[in-house]
């Protein structure tokens, strides 16, 4: 090597030291802090009605697990689209009857704007798990966004990694004491109640909503079989009672002459004319999407979380009246309760790319985003890491037991995650360091053995943007969410505020103020 190679580099060592220095010197703080003062002093509200809503559900997506997945994809100085939001607030997550609450009756919260027991789907708090003749009860079932979208007028879509049939989906169209009861397989012989999948292929909303896409087959068909590309979920309902109820969405559209598509892989999504389809449904997968990193990108293989969203907006755009869309990056729950939290960090990653096309395709002025988790998880952030270190690094040895642990752990865990071993009749936890906990697959330890990593009742952060993205800014109720989106779209039980707020104006405030109003009508007269 030459000489001036080596002073080249050496100056390039020194330029790239001074600029790690610099770039956290009072100067920068100073700099950022003047920065974030103008944007803020900039932030205008829109106060106007929503044409359309996107709703972006991250599933099990508590404030730890977005952190640790900003430090992951970005950075710890970086940020995801939605963390650019200027409207956030912070959600109650309780259900009826649990302080931890369960997907089912966080997204009857969010969706049908009621307080819903543990497990259950679009019905109040009056229905215990399992009770079918209290689910039945028109007066205990509620109407949400999809319903109220649909009575004005608007185009209405869902899009999930998981099973169309699974928790957060199931409260937009179905009334269940269940959650179980996906197919008909799980629920008791002679049951008076109706399966998920058949509210959502026979009932409405479910028969009126325009994109369906996700996963679950194996409640849609009768027995499908497994496959290595495709396994069975075995947790879930595998329906065997001969109906093929993808055949009969099918039907149902071409009965009433809708233009349609039915699409199960990448290339058949690619290909599809949105301009020419109003009714599109996509199943890609038996059981839940594969998750983004271990998914086949190719033809045959699964579509991202982005994928579906482009699809979905391109698809339901085309109405004049607008939309309202559910996306549920569902993946990041299920990675946090088998105790691999650098899945669930991977898959928030690909939730943002979510909203950042949706972001990218959609006018402020006319679409509300809101992004949120429907309730958070044991995810642990702890041990005074190094700057620089890897969030799934160990963060530190215990000076106790001189035993190293990781950045991340969990309060409850799996078998996998309770790491403990006898040692000289001393119950000792395994040295983590001795594990690539950088693997997807590494389960990260948790205090408590469980079946599974469990929820978190934290309280969950909303973000918000677009018209009457500012109604969220403060700690609220989830319920509350279900109503800002009544009330920015102008749909459902608080439709007609807008109009009436105006004429309480007119009828109630001061003598002068009714001479006012009086004087703008005869002045429209003339
Ligand atoms: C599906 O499987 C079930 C149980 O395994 C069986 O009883 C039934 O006959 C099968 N149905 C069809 C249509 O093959
Ligand atoms: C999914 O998105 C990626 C990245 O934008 C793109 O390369 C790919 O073609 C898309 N696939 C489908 C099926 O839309
Ligand atoms: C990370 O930073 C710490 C102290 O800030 C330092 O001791 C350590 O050598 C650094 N490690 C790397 C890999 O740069
Ligand atoms: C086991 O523990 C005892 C008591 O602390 C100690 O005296 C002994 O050396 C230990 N044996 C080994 C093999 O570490
Ligand atoms: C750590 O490595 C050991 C030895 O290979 C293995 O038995 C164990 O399952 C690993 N633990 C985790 C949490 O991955």
New binding site residues.
Partial sequence: MSFSVVVFIFGLFLAIQNVSYCSDDINYWKKLGLEDIKKSREIKIINKPAKNVIIFIGDGMGPTTVTASRIYGKTEKGNFAFEKFTNLGLLKTYSADKLVPDSCSTATALFNGVKANQKTAGVDQTVRYNDCAASLKPSAQHDSIIDWGQAAGKSTGFVTTTRVTHATPSALYAHTPNRKWECENTMPKGSPCKDIAKQLIEDLPGKNIQVIMGGGRQCLQSNVTSTDADPIDTWSCLSTDGRDLIREWEKDKIIRKLSHAFIEN??Q??KLDAEKTDFLLGIFAKGHLKLDYARD?GPKGM??L??MT??AIEVLRKNKNGYILMVEGGMIDQSHHRGHARQALDETVAFNLAIE?ALEMTNEQETLIIVTADHSHSLVFAGYSDRNNSILNVAQSSPMDKIPYTSLLYGTGGPNNFQYHIDNNTVLRNDPSKNNTQDFEYSQQSAVLNDEVTHSGTDVAIYANGPMAHLFNSVHEQTYVAYVISYAANIGPLKTLHSSENSVLCHFSASNLIILCLAVIIFQLN
Wanted: aromatic share 0%; glycine share 0%.
């Fill in positions: 990448n290339e999504l690619s990108k579509p991202s982005a994928n482009e699809k096309k």
